[in-house]
């Protein structure tokens, strides 16, 4: 007889993992015990050698998929004469606050069978889960995760569920949320219905969404609007009703087989797809997909593709049919409604039918938004399945850090120990509704955590609402953090990196510590300090912010530049559709320098070629221009267009005049859009791998790691990964947004680092 204490820490409370470690440690006849604590899990074994190192063996193999564990470690124990295995009950003191609350996990396997099986007690159960599936953070009121702190405490457990709960051999043994149709949560109808829609919600909802109604339905982390993907009139009705014009819906195919009909997907894809986390996938729809061209009217070649991640998901699907399109449930730009009361009073008037619950939503989350680059996942929007999974730390902090964020796309940050914990997506900080939201997402990581921040950090720009809450706060220290530095830093702390790094963040803007716009950076940076080691030659933007949706002002700035004021304007149909006045008027601003802010964002000059050659004046949606000049690049095109850079100069600067006298040239000899956007796309690859290593000879070969919303462009990424060949250590954001939605994780490192010592 032998004994082993083996101590695992990472994201392993909340997903199974002690009952798992149970049927295992009986498959290898060990006796012992296994207990949640502060650090994790921790297991006291005994039993012969060979068992032993099977089970060790096993437990690092096979753990379940929600489970994350970072590190796992073994010592021997004297033996014990125990009989049996046991789990033993975890104390609230005892639990860590950073992995107390697990992130919500899709429907698994095994319970979906169950609903689907017409002798099963839960068949056609919406609420079905168990220790490997279903709710989380969306239901916690507060740590630890337990049914009492859960919005599942005033429901009573029924004898069965709480034999199931109690049993440690059975698949629920205390899993939080467990319920069933004799006592757990029902779903009804929240706008008025007939005696036959009250008795079958679900059939209801069913029924008006084939015949092209619009529904709200009350999800895990939100109500979602839902039409029929298939039918343009109804996709038409729901893009009037929401105020949303163009911008592409996602869509939720009932299984992998249906999402294969709709798209091309990779196997990194159908792995992103079918995860616990359960993202929206952004993916090359199929010519050809049963898909109203509305669900993306703008044109845009992708879709973004969800498979369901509830009981209900799958029931609506299978009920329905066909795929639906899956929207956030809210108006433009309000935050997501999430409570009855709530939906009824600003979704009422967009939908023709409210599917609601009373398992009340406790923290509000949005579906995330991934996708995959240079052959691996890119959280591009985190938000459920993903929060509130902390960002591990190399190293630890001094003292707990809220970063606030940027002001579009905030998320928040909340660093403890070694844990960043990012809040889930709160969304553009334009209006009271989202800065409420803001605020309580930072209150609830708070509660959750039990911390209580020393230090915040926050954006340099002063007219930033986060700025402006940070500076309101009550504690004392605030650091102001440079934007890109930030980017750089939350990519370095993703990937353990300690600095220095060469940095590359490519993004629309950010305020510079010069306070101009900054935005094509290559940075020299640790996470206490920074040098710019390369950037873009400015861009006068006409009539300021104007000019970020009215992309053909940068058309006509990048033009101006690039012909030493005399743009041949009319070899550029863009220009022709404009009103005369209106383009005098920005002429003039250019050539007296009259309201011309100075910019150097990579994004400007994505918006100013995209209208330039796809003839697009202006973004319906921020950054639509740019994104949409993404998307027409053509694959196989390996050529890129001549820019000036003086290496030797203090702060070299890429100059892509002689790029846009290509790109015209090309455009005249009647070259394809795609053609000169894939050689744009080349030319900003070279230009960036040509800035590196120029930085590189100065200060070594030092890793890369690229950050900023650009890089959410896989044709960029990838293009400058090319460009550096093998040379370099190159690393991209995966686990954090590597748009503004990333940037608190870089303010938090970066305000430890800053502050560390100063205490
Ligand atoms: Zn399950
Ligand atoms: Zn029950
Ligand atoms: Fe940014």
């Not at 014009?245 to 798209?263: C, G, I």
């Not at 509130?388 to 998320?411: D, E, Q, T």
């Not at 700035?557 to 009319?570: Q, V």
């Amino acid at each position: 007889m032998e004994g082993r204490r083996i101590a695992i820490r990472g994201a392993v409370q909340g997903v199974g993992f002690r009952p798992w470690v149970f049927r295992l440690a009986r498959e290898e006849s060990l006796a012992g015990r296994v207990r949640n604590d502060a650090a994790g899990v921790t297991i006291e074994a005994f039993g012969t050698r060979a068992a032993l190192d099977a089970f060790i063996g096993r437990l690092r193999a096979e753990a379940p998929a929600a489970a994350a564990i970072r590190a796992l470690e073994c010592e021997a124990l004297a033996p014990q004469p125990v009989r049996g295995f046991t789990i033993e009950p975890s104390r609230a003191d005892s639990v860590a606050r950073q992995v107390s609350i697990p992130p919500d996990l899709a429907t698994c396997a095994a319970c979906l069978a169950e609903v689907l099986d017409p002798r099963d007690r839960r068949h056609g159960y919406a609420f079905t889960n168990c220790t490997d599936c279903g709710p989380r953070f969306t239901i916690a009121l507060d740590a630890p995760y337990d049914r009492a702190r859960t919005t599942m405490a005033g429901f009573r457990m029924c004898p069965q569920c709480e034999r199931e709960y109690g049993s440690p051999s059975d698949r629920r043994f205390h899993a939080q949320p467990n319920a069933c149709p004799t006592c757990g949560p029902r779903l009804s109808l929240l706008s008025c219905a007939g005696a036959d829609d009250a008795a079958d919600p679900l059939a209801a909802v069913a029924r008006r969404l084939v015949e092209g109604g619009i529904a709200a339905v009350k999800s895990l982390g939100g109500f979602h609007l839902a039409v029929d993907a298939t039918s343009p009139a109804a996709v038409a009705r729901l893009r009037l009703r929401k105020r949303r014009e163009q911008k592409p819906f996602a869509v939720m195919a009932r299984d992998l087989a249906q999402a294969e009909t709709l798209a091309r997907l990779d196997d990194a894809e159908r792995a992103l797809l079918v995860s616990a986390a359960r993202p929206i996938v952004l993916a090359r729809r199929r010519e050809g997909a049963a898909l109203a061209p509305e669900v993306a009217p703008d044109g845009n070649p992708l879709v973004g593709l969800l498979l369901p991640a509830t009981p209900l998901h799958h029931l609506l699907l299978r009920a329905v049919g066909r795929p639906l399109v899956m929207t956030s449930g809210n108006l433009a730009d309000e935050p997501l409604a999430y409570d009855n009361h709530d939906a009824r009073a600003r979704l009422g008037g967009i939908a023709d039918v409210l599917l609601g619950h009373d398992r009340a939503i406790a923290a509000p989350c949005d579906d995330s938004v991934c996708r995959v680059i240079a052959g691996a996942p890119v959280v591009l929007r985190r938000a459920r399945g993903y929060v509130p999974r902390p960002v591990a730390l190399a190293r630890p902090l001094a003292r707990p850090i809220l970063g606030c964020g940027a002001h579009l796309k905030n998320a928040v940050c909340l660093g403890v120990g070694d844990s960043a914990h990012l809040g889930p997506h709160v969304g553009d900080l334009d209006n009271a509704d989202t800065t409420r939201a803001f605020e309580e997402s930072i209150a609830r990581l708070e509660r959750f955590l039990r911390a209580r921040p020393e230090v915040v950090a926050h954006d340099l720009h002063p007219d930033y609402v986060s700025t402006a809450h940070a500076l309101a706060r009550p504690e004392p220290v605030k650091v102001g953090v440079q934007h890109h530095h930030a980017h750089v830093v939350g990519v370095m702390a993703e990937h353990g990196l300690p600095g220095p790094v060469i940095g590359v963040a490519y993004d629309g803007t950010g305020y510079g510590t010069d306070g101009t716009a900054w935005g094509g950076e290559a940075l020299l940076a640790t996470p206490a300090a920074f040098e710019r080691v390369g950037t873009f030659r400015v861009i006068p933007l006409a009539g300021g912010e104007a000019a970020i949706r009215q992309c053909w002002r940068v058309a006509l700035a990048l033009l101006d530049d690039a012909y030493d004021g005399a743009p041949p304007l009319e070899r550029l149909p863009l220009f022709a559709s404009l009103p005369a006045r209106e383009l005098d008027g920005v002429r003039h601003m250019l050539a007296r320098r009259v309201n011309t802010p100075l910019a150097r964002g990579i994004g400007r000059y994505f918006d100013g070629f995209g209208a330039l050659f796809l003839n697009r004046p202006r973004a319906a949606y921020e950054g639509q221009v740019a994104l949409l000049w993404n998307l027409a690049a053509a694959v196989d095109e390996g050529r890129a267009y001549v820019f000036d850079l003086d290496g030797a100069a203090p702060l070299p600067t890429v100059d892509l005049r002689p790029s846009v006298r290509a790109a015209v040239a090309d455009f005249d000899a009647g070259r394809p859009a795609g053609t000169i956007s894939a050689r744009f796309h080349n030319t900003l690859a070279a230009a960036t791998a040509a800035l590196v290593r120029g930085a590189a000879r100065r200060h070594g070969r030092l890793p890369v790691v690229l950050g900023g919303g650009c890089f959410q462009n896989p044709l960029l990424a990838e293009g400058v990964l090319r460009a550096l060949g093998r040379d370099f250590d190159v690393r991209l954001p995966r686990e954090a947004p590597p748009g503004d939605g990333g940037i608190a994780l870089g303010q938090v490192v970066i305000a430890d680092a800053l502050t560390r010592g100063a205490a």
